[in-house]
């Protein structure tokens, strides 16, 4: 117990000493966070309703007014399609409660999500309960925060899995073919379990402080409050740091590749996973999400920025539990298969 | 008592044969050195030993008992210093020594000694604060030491340690090996600078192409050629007359000369300079300068192997 514990605190020194390590884990992110929310709120204030042309004769036409985001014009609909074909407006309520839009785009989503949401509340009027429209269809589609949330909530999604790095230098350790250091901590009674089991806590440790770090930055700074469902948000962060070494340490373990080829993999492949997320804004998420659906349910930068927002935005607990299940299982699997990788202790070659 | 033993040893990487049936041993007290040129298979027959490396033949056995990469009884005992700087580069000097020797010691106290007799013996009580990365090339080589030697092992393993060292660290390094044997522990070092093997090293084994081409003390080796000692003259009148007088004085079996050096073997070596300087002055002839060349390890392996150690 002891030697585990001067192995974590090892770790934690290691992390706290390295300078590239801090300004990796902590500036970068802060860094990119700062750059994103001062990009992305600027967008989002210079933000124009969207025009929709209602028919005369919607049933909810008076709900769709109460909507802040839509700029509403009640026509009648020889009228509206020639709104429409003269692009004045995104789309048409039409009386018979379809929706017609003019092609692809965020505006042309959200009203897809709104008229979605006018068929559910159409089917609740039908039997017989009342309606609030002044605030939840516009929500419910993710879209009420635009793409600010969406970016920042994908690049918290990537840092939180930074973890990686922590996996494959925990194996570069350990595994004596793998490096130098390896090979001499390999001549001296040291237990690889233990030292494994260390590295895992400090590194989980640490990229949650990391994560939680930046959830206050946002809060504090930039007002965007991740922090509403403070502890099922640190179970997701906690989880998802665990994932994000157990899938360093299958990574580092399951091949000879140099960490020169293994730190580039995790940046491009958490990039990808990001963009696919919507760090790079929404257009790509949306494209995903309707062409390739499966990917981002199990995205893992996707689903950490999913379940961020719905549990701080949304207050919702939609996913949640699956997720960090998801995490746990797929991390406790990773973390077995690497120990499978690392069992041999006698190599053919150094 | 042998400490450790390697028995026709064979290990292959694939279609190159790194060990050839290589057999050698340690006994007790002893500073053996593996003596070859670069890919000579040093550093495998050093990491066959500290069981990283699987062979395809032979025994290996390290305090009496078949090596294994569990046997945490063996490593307990055991030290290595790698010829690669491995250490934590973002640690202190002392947080490097202290976390290594922890790992065999776990008492506090005892472990705090350790660290600073580890400190103190390769002379880094300057430095115990400062990061291992900002050290110098030859400070981080006796970083690489301590982090080995802490916990004063019985038998410990020095792969190429001086390699692209400075002279004065390398002196240090040397001494402190001696000083190490001294207080008893049992060495084995590799290298392929020749000086250090022979001033260092109790028994040498001269390795060549995987192959135990010789081993014995420096004086057994030496043998193992036609040792003669080469004598070169700067004669002031270099006659034919002065070379074939030369020629007959006992203990000379050659005499040469080329651009004005004068070159006079004599054997056996050692044994008959003052007689030719005598017999020089009492047959007047004249030098203005002279020096004496021993026999080295490399005329031995120059002997052995048909090419210099440095090739």
């Known amino acids: 117990m002891k030697r585990f514990f001067s192995h974590v605190a090892l770790n934690v020194k290691m992390s706290l000493k390295d300078k590239g390590s801090l300004f990796w884990s902590f500036i970068y992110p802060i860094l990119l966070l700062t750059l994103m929310a001062v990009a992305f709120s600027g967008l989002q204030a210079g933000q124009k309703p969207i025009a929709v042309a209602v028919e005369s004769g919607h049933p909810f036409a008076g709900a769709l007014q109460q909507i802040d985001i839509l700029d509403v014009q009640n026509v009648r609909g020889d009228e509206a399609l020639n709104l429409l074909r003269d692009k004045d407006v995104d789309g048409i309520f039409r009386a018979d409660c379809t929706l017609l839009v003019r092609g692809e785009g965020m505006n042309e989503t959200i009203l897809r999500e709104i008229g979605s949401e006018l068929k559910k509340a159409g089917s609740v009027y039908a039997a017989g309960r009342s309606l609030d429209f002044t605030k939840q269809y516009v929500e419910r589609g993710d879209q009420k925060e635009g793409m600010l949330y969406v970016t920042l909530s994908s690049s918290l999604g990537m840092f939180a899995l930074y973890g990686y790095f922590a996996g494959i230098s925990i194996v570069h350790h350990i595994q004596a073919n793998l490096s130098p250091l390896a090979a001499r901590l390999s001549t001296t009674p040291i237990s690889r379990l233990s030292y494994v089991s260390a590295g895992l806590v400090s590194g989980v440790a640490m990229s949650s402080l990391q994560t939680i770090g930046l959830l206050f930055y946002l809060k504090w700074v930039w007002k965007v409050d991740y922090l509403a469902d403070p502890w099922r948000t640190l179970l997701l962060v906690l989880a998802a740091g665990f994932f994000g070494i157990a899938v360093g340490l299958f990574i580092g373990a399951s091949n000879r590749w140099p960490l020169k080829a293994k730190v580039p993999l995790g940046i491009s492949l958490m990039l990808l996973l990001s963009a696919a997320s919507g760090m790079m804004g929404p257009p790509l998420r949306l494209f995903i999400e309707k062409n390739l659906p499966w990917l981002n349910r199990y995205n893992p930068v996707n689903m950490i920025s999913r379940t961020i927002y719905r549990l701080n935005v949304l207050e919702s607990t939609k996913e949640f539990s699956e997720n960090v299940v998801i995490f746990f299982v797929a991390g406790v699997f990773l973390c077995i298969a690497s120990l499978l990788f690392m069992r041999k202790r006698q190599f053919k070659s150094l | ?311």
């Not at chain 2, 982090?147 to 019985?154: D, L």
């Not at chain 2, 050096?261 to 054997?267: E, P």
Request: proline content about 4%; some cysteine; aromatic content about 8%.
């Open chain 2, 1 to 311: 008592m042998r400490v450790c033993s390697m028995r026709e040893v064979v290990k292959r990487y694939k279609k190159v044969v790194a060990l050839n049936r290589f057999n050698f041993e340690i006994n007790e007290g002893e500073i053996v050195g593996l003596l070859g040129p670069n890919g000579s298979g040093k550093s495998t027959a050093i990491n066959c030993l500290l069981g990283l490396l699987s062979f395809d033949e032979g025994e290996v056995e390290v305090f009496g008992r078949r090596v294994s990469p569990d046997d945490m009884d063996t490593k307990q005992r055991i030290g290595f210093v790698p010829q690669d700087l491995s250490f934590f580069a973002e640690l202190s000097v002392t947080d490097n020594i202290r976390y290594f020797a922890g790992l065999y010691e776990q008492n506090n106290a005892k472990r705090d000694e350790m660290v600073r007799e580890a400190i103190a013996f390769v002379g880094l009580e300057k430095y115990a604060k400062f990061a291992a990365k900002k050290l110098s090339g030859g400070l981080k080589r006796r970083l690489n030491i301590a982090c080995g030697i802490a916990h004063r092992p019985e038998f410990i393993m020095f792969d190429e340690p001086t390699v692209a060292v400075d002279a004065q660290s390398r002196n240090f390094i040397l001494e402190g090996i001696k000083e190490m044997n001294r207080n008893g522990s049992t060495i084995l070092y590799t290298t392929h600078y020749l000086e250090e093997a022979q001033e260092l090293c109790d028994r040498i084994v001269i390795m060549d192409e995987g192959r135990n081409m010789a081993s014995g003390t420096l004086e057994e080796l030496i043998d193992l050629v036609d040792p003669t000692e080469a004598v070169h003259l700067f004669l002031t009148d270099p006659s034919d007359a002065a070379l074939r007088m030369i020629a007959e004085i006992p203990g000379v079996v050659d005499v040469s000369e080329e651009n004005g050096k004068t070159v006079i073997m004599l054997t056996p070596p050692g044994q008959h300079l003052s007689t030719l300087l005598e017999e020089l002055k009492r047959h007047e002839i004249y030098y203005t300068s002279l020096y004496s060349e021993l026999p080295t390890l490399n005329d031995v392996f120059l002997k052995l192997t048909g090419k210099a150690l440095r090739d």
